[in-house]
């Protein structure tokens, strides 16, 4: 029911930065809580960051200090700013909503991310 459209991803050079965007069909104060995920080629998909109503964070321990995660309410927008971007970043990134915390959840199509000199 809820849609998730991704942008922002690209080609960077290590050390380099980018900002993605998810942007969501319907108010995101209808929705607990969101999050980015990511997957490397031939690996399963891991978090990057969540964010919940309240405002609180959490994020994977390999991507602390050099990713923020946040939202835009009145764009119905979640945000990922990357910086310090690192080779071992490249992956597809993903959106994902969770209504309740407890689901149901949604996904996007996702964003190639590559970093790369």
């Known amino acids: 029911q809820v849609q998730l459209v991704e942008s922002g991803g690209g080609l960077v050079q290590p050390g380099g930065s980018l900002r993605l965007s998810c942007a969501a069909s319907e108010t995101i104060f209808s929705i607990y809580a969101t999050g980015w995920y990511r997957q490397v080629s031939g690996k399963q998909r891991e978090l990057v960051a969540h964010?919940?109503?309240?405002?609180?964070?959490n994020y994977a321990d390999f991507v602390k200090g050099r990713f923020t995660i946040s939202r835009d309410n009145a764009k119905n927008t979640v945000y990922l700013q990357m910086n310090n971007l690192k080779p071992e970043d490249t992956a597809v990134y993903y959106c994902?909503?969770?209504?309740?915390?407890?689901?149901?959840?949604?996904w996007g199509q996702g964003t190639q991310v590559t970093v790369s000199s």
């Open positions: 964010i919940n109503t309240g405002g609180r964070t």
């Open positions: 994902n909503a969770d209504r309740l915390g407890i689901g149901p959840e949604y």
